[in-house]
């Protein structure tokens, strides 16, 4: 069973809208958590990292983490076009001797012009 | 700033036959290195992981093995290539002191294994 479950695995929004995220673990030593953007051909980017509960803003990006259900989720507000892409939740433990980083299944967010 | 080159940006290689990619990282003193694998489409599996030169710590086995010969440099290699071994290939840093360090990826090496 894959330890961080990503869901849905496609969503679709007009431009303008919001797209909403969700991620899942499965394992309660990981306690940081990111949110990875790939392009087509090209490496996945850091969006952002989250480590404690709440909200962390970063411009049309929002995470949210609950720890006490590792549950992490992304809301993207006003969706470009150039917002389609493969979006990946990655999970760490907390534990620095540990250097394992584990990737959820994905996400394609594809936004409609 | 830190670049992240890798090479080759895509290969075709014929089943048996064997394998290097490489990556190299600039701008980073002692860098924690990384290999992941992704299918097409796909997630993204973790295969090595190097806190220093000369020490490689496999993570999964795909009949991949890796080294890191500099402190900049990290290789991906097998002498006999899978069909299963087709896909992308991301080297990736990350800072080497502390927890919840983000990891940092290259552009990728494609490889299709006919």
């Known amino acids: 069973q894959q330890k961080v479950q990503q869901s849905p695995e496609s969503l679709s929004v007009p431009e303008g809208g919001m797209a909403s995220l969700n991620c899942t673990s499965s394992?309660?030593?990981?306690?940081y958590f990111w949110w990875y953007r790939q392009h087509s051909g090209e490496g996945p980017k850091a969006l952002m990292?989250?480590?404690?509960?709440g909200d962390k803003k970063e411009g049309r990006f929002t995470a949210h983490l609950n720890k006490a259900s590792l549950h992490v989720s992304l809301h993207i507000r006003d969706s470009q076009p150039s917002d389609s892409a493969l979006y990946f939740c990655a999970a760490s433990e907390l534990n620095t001797g540990n250097y394992k980083y584990v990737f959820g299944a994905g996400t394609r967010l594809k936004v409609i012009a | 700033a830190q670049t992240i080159h890798q090479w080759p940006v895509a290969e075709i290689k014929a089943v048996g036959s064997p394998l290097s990619l490489g990556c190299t990282i600039k701008g980073k003193s002692s860098p924690n290195l990384y290999w992941y694998w992704q299918a097409t489409g796909g997630t993204l599996q973790q295969l090595f992981y190097?806190?220093?030169?000369g020490q490689v710590e496999s993570v999964v086995q795909l009949n991949l093995s890796a080294s890191r010969p500099k402190d900049d440099q990290f290789i991906l290699s097998t002498e006999k290539l899978l069909l299963s071994h087709s896909g992308f290939y991301l080297c990736?840093?990350?800072?080497?002191w502390g927890s919840g360090n983000t990891l940092y990826f290259g552009e990728g090496s494609r490889l299709i294994v006919v």
């Open positions: 190097s806190i220093t030169v």
């Open positions: 394992d309660r030593n990981f306690q």
């Open positions: 990736a840093w990350s800072p080497i």
């Open positions: 990292s989250i480590f404690s509960d």
